[in-house]
């Protein structure tokens, strides 16, 4: 509160003051107060007080008339008064004037007081300056009428779900701070705030952060680059090919397929093209190796090798989910592990042993003779190593032992090997070189794998026993007078058939091996073979029968003998018969091959000739200018098949010459059925590597635009049986149309900016084959599409042509392998949440020639997680968590794309939340539908997939992992429920405990 200095204050200093020593004015006049009061009147004077109320008081009057000071002395309130507002009214207390109070003194420290004499009035003005405590976080404080009254805290949360908001007096107020709940120096980039810098992919975990270093096997993306573990090129097996990682004895590796690449084949799985790694082992001495391997997801194939990478020095394969590959007494030296799965995890460790003593002929360098007249041995493939995969062994890669067998004469050979206790899986092989199964002679399987030869020339052969187990054994070899075989076994003792046919009699007892017929598949039987000489052509039946009919007989006929080559027909059956219509002048082999070592008929039957159309063969009918022309198949034979199929047809030629540049339509119907025909169009007749266009299908139709001047042949091909063997051919020509510039990648129309855009094929070559038909030949289209940054993509394909295929491609236009995406359908699309940023291309490829529509739409980047349902393992009440959640697949989107199945069916995921190290088992139960199960460690991460399941003991049920349970650091994961086939209801169940 301010004050005023007090006028009566002052005027009663001054009265002292005179009181003491003031001497008379200059009139000589003393003036004393009328009634005890200044009278201002005194010689005309105006009364007007002094105007600081200090040092000039009023004299006092005398009754003498003299002037006498004023001693201040009163007896009442108003001789005290001076007359002013502002100062308060004085007061008479105990004969002594006092000054009077404030008038305008509010009590109210944060006020400025004032006064207005003029009008008597009071000012109370409030300084809010006055009430303020340094501190911005509780607000403002402000002067009201009471005082000083509190601030209102402010309001600091911004619109942003990306900063953290607060008041800090420190930093001067409220601050906005970019989220990072985890306080490990990077914001989130959840809640779309990458678009807002945001880097941190997992804003829970200090230790998952951009900075951070990937771990290489917790599956998890520790360094946020949006690739987990050993998809991460920071963790990229540098073993991915031989030599491999140097295994230490006793130390366990973690290690993973994960982006690597198929580069060899495991000898027990030699069909298998999973992705592989390679582990060297160096042995100081001879030792036993004990490799022992554990899978963390899914079947793996192992295979201990002495060359890397080179199955056929297979020492011990198997496959599972823990495998142990144990060898005995290896000689020192260099050894290779080749580990072989889909994106699989394991840890790998080896110890040695012994050595324990092997069998000396487990290898053929030790290769134990028979005894010359035969005779039972015994014999364990116990520590013996793969070395020699028998052709009726399916590929198995068994461990084996040799034996030497010297004929000095021929005989008749059976051999029975039978293992302790028996195995079904048991080979025994005969061969004329040791361990090279191209020499081999006669193999046999079974419990009691057993072979025979009717005639074994004298010389040198090897045995082989295979076996799937390493178990004792016993093979007995029976040497018994030979069977001579008949002396058309060979191609050099053909068999003559009579001039004009007949029926011959024949026998494949101890007939050899020296023909595969095309139409046996891969089977190997004996043969026997016979020449036919014509001198004119016939039509000619072919009729081959073993005895019993039951057998399995096959039959050929060709212009070489014992070449599959130059096979131009092949017939099997119990009866096996095959016919041709026209066969011309010159000489032909026939091949009887049989499943048994039986007798036969031969039956060849010549009749006069059906001779083919005259398009049978090129150059073919010329149907220049164009035309509807009506052919026929029937007695035309298959002598140009089309690249685009691999259906044997028969076939016929056209051909036609253009003298400019025109449009070409070409369309081929059957008549009176719907049958699969096939049209090519060529510049040489007789070359398909030359093809230009070539389409199958009911009708087969194709266009080609601006076609240049010259010549071209078209191949029909299509069945020579009636209903479908004739068909109307229609060839259209037309001036040329323009090819779209995006028929190839150099002209890609770019649709970085998204819309739709209209094209058409007509005019377009067959340049580029999508990865998810890559025998097609349509014509096709292309488009480049760039993303700065990463984008939610949509792509719809839409066309006139019955299937549209769809592929979208990483990489650079034309030699980009790296399929994104590839769908077909009557419309196709493509869909992705958050593709990142790059170089794309897409490639457009409908069956049939005409225009399409491309729609093209970016948004920004969003997750298929998206308000996906969250599980958070929860141990407050115990050391074990269970989830169960029934939801449905039905009507859901297709986000996701598992590794363990094919189609496009809806998916449904969740999100896991593990709060601390944990075994984790998920399973999934669905009652009308084959159901899937996946899980990943980044949602829109196909590479961060953890394991994938389609059927766990039934196809209603699926589980991760297949078997027993998973460990999961803490982290987030996500589970993801899909389907086999269909979609449908289901019930989730999530086990954790705690670790």
């Known amino acids: 509160m301010a004050y005023r200095g007090q006028w009566l204050q002052g005027w009663l200093a001054g009265v002292a003051l005179c009181a003491a020593g003031c001497a008379d004015d200059a009139t000589g006049t003393d003036v004393a107060p009328d009634d005890g009061r200044a009278d201002a009147e005194a010689d005309g004077a105006s009364d007007v007080p002094p105007a600081d109320g200090a040092d000039d008081a009023e004299a006092a009057p005398t009754d003498g008339g003299e002037v006498e000071a004023w001693d201040g002395s009163c007896t009442s309130h108003d001789q005290c008064q001076d007359g002013l507002w502002c100062n308060g009214a004085e007061r008479c207390e105990e004969g002594t004037c006092v000054s009077g109070g404030d008038p305008c003194d509010d009590g109210v420290e944060c006020t400025v007081d004032s006064c207005e004499e003029d009008s008597d009035r009071c000012f109370h003005t409030g300084d809010d300056s006055m009430c303020q405590d340094g501190s911005a976080c509780n607000g403002e404080e402000q002067c009201l009428a009471a005082g000083c009254s509190d601030g209102t805290s402010p309001v600091c949360a911004d619109s942003s779900p990306c900063t953290i908001d607060s008041c800090d007096d420190a930093r001067g107020g409220c601050v906005h701070d970019p989220r990072d709940f985890d306080e490990d120096g990077y914001m989130t980039r959840d809640y779309g705030c990458d678009a807002e810098g945001g880097t941190d992919c997992n804003d829970r975990d200090a230790t998952v952060n951009p900075g951070a270093v990937e771990v290489c096997d917790d599956i998890r993306d520790n360094n946020c680059d949006t690739v987990a573990d050993f998809a991460d090129p920071a963790c990229r097996p540098v073993n991915d090919s031989c030599p491999g990682t140097l295994l230490e004895e006793g130390v366990a590796v973690n290690s993973s397929t994960r982006a690597t690449v198929h580069d060899y084949s495991p000898a027990c799985c030699t069909w298998c093209s999973y992705q592989d790694v390679a582990f060297q082992i160096d042995l100081p001495d001879t030792l036993d190796i004990v490799v022992d391997i554990t899978s963390r997801s899914g079947t793996i194939y192992a295979d201990l090798q002495r060359t890397c990478g080179n199955a056929s020095t297979s020492l011990r394969c198997l496959s599972g989910g823990t495998v142990t590959l144990r060898r005995n007494s290896q000689p020192a030296g260099s050894y290779w592990v080749i580990v072989d799965g889909t994106n699989a995890d394991f840890t790998i460790s080896y110890h040695t042993e012994g050595p324990t003593p092997i069998p000396p002929n487990d290898v053929c360098t030790g290769a134990i003779d028979i005894p010359s007249a035969g005779g039972v041995v015994s014999g364990s493939l116990l520590d013996t190593s793969n070395h020699f995969v028998p052709t009726c062994a399916g590929g198995g890669a068994y461990p084996d032992v040799f034996y030497r067998l010297v004929l000095t004469e021929p005989h008749r050979l059976t051999i029975t090997a039978t293992l302790s206790p028996a195995v079904y899986s048991t080979y025994v092989s005969l061969t004329r070189t040791c361990g090279d199964s191209s020499t081999e002679i006669a193999c046999g399987s079974g419990s009691a794998a057993t072979l025979t030869r009717n005639f074994l020339d004298a010389g040198t052969y090897f045995i082989a026993v295979d076996g799937s187990a390493e178990s004792p054994f016993t093979l007995d070899v029976r040497l018994e007078?030979?069977?001579?075989?008949?002396?058309?076994?060979?191609?050099?003792?053909?068999?003559?058939?009579?001039?004009?046919?007949?029926?011959?009699?024949?026998?494949?007892?101890?007939?050899?091996?020296?023909?595969?017929?095309?139409?046996?598949?891969?089977?190997?039987?004996?043969?026997?073979?016979?020449?036919?000489?014509?001198?004119?052509?016939?039509?000619?039946?072919?009729?081959?029968?073993?005895?019993?009919?039951?057998?399995?007989?096959?039959?050929?006929?060709?212009?070489?003998?014992?070449?599959?080559?130059?096979?131009?027909?092949?017939?099997?059956?119990?009866?096996?018969?095959?016919?041709?219509?026209?066969?011309?002048?010159?000489?032909?082999?026939?091949?009887?091959?049989?499943?048994?070592?039986?007798?036969?008929?031969?039956?060849?039957?010549?009749?006069?000739?059906?001779?083919?159309?005259?398009?049978?063969?090129?150059?073919?009918?010329?149907?220049?200018?164009?035309?509807?022309?009506?052919?026929?198949?029937?007695?035309?034979?298959?002598?140009?098949?089309?690249?685009?199929?691999?259906?044997?047809?028969?076939?016929?030629?056209?051909?036609?010459?253009?003298?400019?540049?025109?449009?070409?339509?070409?369309?081929?119907?059957?008549?009176?059925?719907?049958?699969?025909?096939?049209?090519?169009?060529?510049?040489?007749?007789?070359?398909?590597?030359?093809?230009?266009?070539?389409?199958?299908?009911?009708?087969?139709?194709?266009?080609?635009?601006?076609?240049?001047?010259?010549?071209?042949?078209?191949?029909?091909?299509?069945?020579?049986?009636?209903?479908?063997?004739?068909?109307?051919?229609?060839?259209?020509?037309?001036?040329?149309?323009?090819?779209?510039?995006?028929?190839?990648?150099?002209?890609?129309?770019?649709?970085?900016?998204?819309?739709?855009?209209?094209?058409?094929?007509?005019?377009?070559?067959?340049?580029?084959?999508?990865?998810?038909?890559?025998?097609?030949?349509?014509?096709?289209?292309?488009?480049?599409?760039?993303?700065?940054?990463?984008?939610?993509?949509?792509?719809?394909?839409?066309?006139?042509?019955?299937?549209?295929?769809?592929?979208?491609?990483?990489?650079?236009?034309?030699?980009?392998?790296?399929?994104?995406?590839?769908?077909?359908?009557?419309?196709?699309?493509?869909?992705?949440?958050?593709?990142?940023?790059?170089?794309?291309?897409?490639?457009?490829?409908?069956?049939?020639?005409?225009?399409?529509?491309?729609?093209?739409?970016?948004?920004?980047?969003?997750?298929?997680?998206?308000?996906?349902?969250?599980?958070?393992?929860?141990?407050?009440?115990?050391?074990?968590?269970?989830?169960?959640?029934?939801?449905?697949?039905?009507?859901?989107?297709?986000?996701?794309?598992?590794?363990?199945?094919?189609?496009?069916?809806?998916?449904?995921?969740?999100?896991?939340?593990?709060?601390?190290?944990?075994?984790?088992?998920?399973?999934?139960?669905?009652?009308?539908?084959?159901?899937?199960?996946?899980?990943?460690?980044?949602?829109?991460?196909?590479?961060?997939?953890?394991?994938?399941?389609?059927?766990?003991?039934?196809?209603?049920?699926?589980?991760?992992?297949?078997?027993?349970?998973?460990?999961?650091?803490?982290?987030?994961?996500?589970?993801?429920?899909?389907?086999?086939?269909?979609?449908?209801?289901?019930?989730?169940?999530?086990?954790?405990?705690?670790?």
């Not at 035309?627 to 016929?652: E, K, N």
């Not at 488009?783 to 719809?796: F, K, R």
């Not at 034309?814 to 790059?838: D, E, K, R, Y």
């Not at 196809?955 to 982290?971: K, N």
Request: proline share 8%.
């Open 481 to 995: 007078p030979p069977v001579y075989p008949p002396a058309n076994d060979t191609c050099a003792g053909a068999e003559d058939v009579p001039a004009g046919g007949g029926l011959v009699s024949g026998t494949l007892l101890s007939a050899s091996d020296h023909y595969v017929p095309t139409c046996a598949g891969a089977g190997r039987y004996p043969d026997a073979f016979y020449r036919l000489v014509l001198t004119e052509p016939h039509r000619i039946t072919i009729t081959a029968q073993l005895t019993p009919a039951t057998a399995s007989t096959y039959v050929t006929l060709g212009p070489t003998c014992g070449e599959a080559a130059t096979e131009t027909m092949c017939a099997a059956g119990s009866t096996a018969t095959l016919t041709r219509n026209f066969l011309d002048t010159g000489t032909y082999f026939i091949a009887v091959d049989g499943s048994t070592e039986s007798p036969f008929t031969l039956n060849v039957r010549l009749d006069p000739p059906i001779y083919p159309p005259a398009n049978d063969r090129c150059p073919g009918t010329d149907i220049t200018g164009g035309g509807v022309f009506v052919g026929t198949m029937v007695d035309t034979y298959r002598d140009y098949p089309p690249s685009c199929s691999t259906a044997t047809l028969s076939d016929v030629v056209y051909n036609f010459t253009l003298t400019d540049t025109q449009d070409v339509t070409v369309n081929v119907a059957p008549v009176g059925a719907s049958t699969t025909y096939v049209a090519a169009l060529r510049t040489t007749c007789d070359d398909h590597l030359t093809e230009l266009a070539c389409r199958s299908g009911s009708p087969a139709q194709f266009s080609r635009h601006s076609l240049p001047a010259g010549t071209y042949y078209l191949v029909v091909s299509g069945p020579t049986v009636a209903p479908g063997n004739q068909f109307v051919l229609q060839l259209t020509l037309a001036p040329p149309t323009p090819v779209p510039a995006n028929d190839v990648c150099l002209g890609a129309t770019d649709v970085s900016a998204g819309g739709r855009f209209v094209g058409t094929t007509w005019g377009c070559a067959d340049d580029y084959a999508p990865t998810c038909g890559t025998t097609l030949t349509y014509s096709d289209l292309v488009y480049a599409l760039h993303l700065a940054a990463p984008q939610e993509v949509t792509i719809d394909l839409s066309s006139a042509a019955p299937t549209v295929y769809l592929d979208v491609r990483n990489g650079t236009c034309g030699t980009g392998t790296t399929a994104i995406s590839c769908t077909s359908g009557a419309t196709a699309h493509f869909s992705n949440p958050n593709l990142p940023a790059g170089d794309y291309w897409i490639l457009v490829d409908p069956s049939v020639e005409g225009a399409t529509t491309l729609d093209v739409g970016l948004a920004a980047p969003s997750s298929a997680c998206d308000g996906s349902e969250t599980i958070t393992v929860d141990y407050t009440s115990s050391s074990t968590f269970v989830y169960t959640d029934s939801a449905t697949t039905a009507g859901r989107p297709d986000d996701f794309d598992p590794s363990c199945i094919y189609g496009a069916y809806p998916d449904y995921p969740y999100q896991l939340v593990v709060p601390v190290r944990s075994a984790v088992t998920v399973t999934t139960d669905t009652t009308t539908y084959d159901g899937a199960l996946h899980m990943r460690s980044a949602c829109d991460v196909p590479s961060s997939e953890i394991g994938c399941d389609d059927d766990c003991g039934s196809t209603l049920r699926s589980c991760v992992p297949i078997s027993g349970s998973m460990t999961l650091e803490p982290g987030t994961y996500t589970i993801i429920v899909d389907g086999y086939s269909g979609s449908g209801d289901f019930t989730l169940t999530v086990t954790a405990t705690r670790l």
